[in-house]
């Protein structure tokens, strides 16, 4: 098969398999990495070799940008010290400890490479942790600061990976360059990913008003950062992760809503695509390594793989306990601004601790000169392989019998927020409209449809319509409004079959009424949840709200 065979082919698998996966309610980088691993074997397949190159310039940029737009900013700045425990302090320790280990048990196996395979193997996957996590109501510190170390902890492995293959390929170590390299290649990193986003926001602003080429320049940007830290001997994850953070605070100011609303969309899908078919190379890679692992038998690297991913579980529950529960102890101020989280939540962070892409794509990148580079790349993908799938499967029964759930009420928040929105609105209208810049008509037809609201989000019965129930009348007015939709839609399709206006023409008038459509959808729960039930794909809403109005519906 032709290479662009394949990847269409893995494509389509992916999107099969996430739809399976869904069905039978597991996380699909688990399925991916399952199926990968069994097509992988399949006799007359060609071999699919992943290039490291490959992974560290096509995945990671976009998927670590993807994901520093996604945390909240407030949030991770409220738990700075539990992710910078995480993402620096457990990366060093769980390194140190697989150096300790593994040099001590294997014969030949020196503390450098031990080093090296713990730089390697000690960052969890942000993608599988939020995966496996998604829709099942953690509290969100808990969500926030494993989303935290993901995004930072890349980095401190990889510029730790750096130090130790050059001690590996040199036979040189010096502990005072490696930790000044270590802090000026950190600091330098974040103060260039500051300095791109500085400027790309103005780029966007400038944008403002054409959607397309906007959102194809937040493709770009994580390339482009990628690169230029690279070529300046920096880490470009982290000054993508630094840019992505530093423009996600921005932009409801660089972006107009119309991009907003294509960019997320455009960026739903790319992530979802690349997340799938990396997981699923991950799977593939198992023969590809096994063909290289001559100088040890597969029973005693299957031992040495079982040990390691020992290693990394024990290791990180060994450092979320006393990381979270000492510094409080020790010092009166953060005992008193941070609250002691329970320990159930702590267990949540201490099992959280899937490994991905990163790891595998830095095995893959050591050079063919490195000692035991066949064993290092078999016992990454054990730890990757275990830690997916025995981590990730139990993590949701293990949140369930633990009884941890976000202790607020989203529901009451949202209602408190459209309820504010609404409030917002009316006095609006009221301060700068009331005086005759608006006819009587018009303003009483504004104010009545967010007082109507109200009454709906307060469960108050309208004094006008006694005897109505507060939450069916305002269903009853989005029903209508939906159905007035449809027959809009019937005209659109009319003018379609017989092709007397552009094309262009009726996708823009179409793509308004969706958009109106899914907004009215969002603002009630039961409509909600009949037409987009959770994990479904929004493309199948058309279908849904035929079925939930009784009306006919124009694909």
Do not use: C
């Amino acid at each position: 098969m032709k290479p662009i065979e394949i990847i269409t082919s893995l494509l389509a698998l992916t999107s099969l398999l996430a739809v399976v996966a869904r069905k039978i309610k597991i996380s699909y980088p688990i399925l991916l990495v399952l199926v990968g691993l069994g097509i992988g074997f399949v006799p007359g397949l060609p071999a699919v070799a992943l290039e490291p190159d490959v992974v560290f310039l096509v995945f990671l940029p976009p998927l670590l940008y993807g994901a520093a737009w996604t945390i909240n900013n407030a949030n991770l700045k409220r738990y700075w010290r539990a992710v910078g425990l995480l993402a620096i302090g457990l990366v060093l320790f769980t390194s140190t400890l697989v150096a300790l280990f593994f040099a001590a048990l294997i014969p030949g196996f020196s503390i450098a490479q031990g080093f090296l395979l713990g730089a390697i193997i000690a960052p969890p996957d942000a993608v599988a942790a939020a995966s496996v996590m998604r829709g099942l109501g953690i509290p969100k510190r808990v969500s926030t600061i494993l989303e935290g170390e993901s995004l930072v902890n890349d980095a401190t492995s990889l510029v730790l990976y750096r130090f130790a293959l050059g001690a590996v390929l040199t036979g040189q170590f010096s502990l005072v360059n490696a930790s000044w390299q270590f802090v000026w290649s950190g600091a330098s990193s974040v103060a260039l990913g500051f300095a791109v986003g500085w400027l790309m926001q103005y780029v966007h602003r400038s944008l403002r008003h054409d959607a397309t080429t906007n959102t194809a320049v937040t493709l770009l940007i994580p390339y482009g950062v990628y690169l230029l830290a690279e070529h300046l001997a920096l880490s470009g994850v982290l000054a993508v992760v630094t840019t992505g953070l530093f423009l996600s605070w921005r932009d409801n100011v660089i972006f107009s809503d119309q991009t907003r609303v294509q960019a997320y969309v455009v960026w739903d899908v790319v992530v979802f695509l690349l997340n799938g078919l990396v997981f699923i190379l991950i799977g593939l890679q198992l023969p590809h390594i096994l063909s290289g692992l001559n100088t040890i038998g597969l029973g005693q690297a299957l031992v040495y793989a079982a040990v390691l991913s020992l290693i990394i579980i024990v290791g990180r529950i060994l450092w979320v306990f006393p990381g979270t529960y000492l510094p409080r102890i020790l010092n009166t101020k953060i005992r008193r601004s941070e609250p002691r989280p329970p320990w159930q939540e702590v267990a949540i962070i201490g099992w959280a601790g899937m490994r991905g892409v990163v790891s595998l794509a830095a095995a893959l990148a050591l050079p063919e000169t490195v000692p035991g580079r066949d064993l290092i790349l078999f016992l990454t993908f054990g730890g990757i392989l275990v830690t997916l799938v025995v981590q990730g499967l139990s993590l949701p029964k293990l949140i369930s019998w633990l009884g941890v759930r976000d202790g607020a009420d989203e529901h009451e928040q949202e209602r408190d927020l459209r309820r504010k929105l609404a409030y917002k609105a009316i006095a609006h209208l009221e301060e700068n409209h009331a005086i005759g810049s608006l006819p009587d008509a018009a303003l009483a037809q504004l104010k009545n449809s967010f007082e109507l609201k109200i009454d709906h989000l307060n469960g108050r019965v309208r004094a006008d319509l006694p005897g109505e129930a507060p939450t069916g009348l305002y269903e009853q007015v989005v029903r209508v409004q939906l159905e007035l939709i449809e027959a809009e839609r019937m005209v659109i399709d009319e003018h379609r079959r017989e092709g007397e206006l552009s094309d262009e023409l009726l996708r823009k008038l179409e793509n308004e009424l969706d958009y109106e459509a899914v907004r009215l959808t969002s603002t009630l729960p039961t409509i909600s949840a009949a037409l987009f039930p959770e994990e479904q794909p929004m493309s199948s809403w058309l279908s849904r709200l035929k079925r939930y109005t009784g009306r006919p519906v124009t694909p």
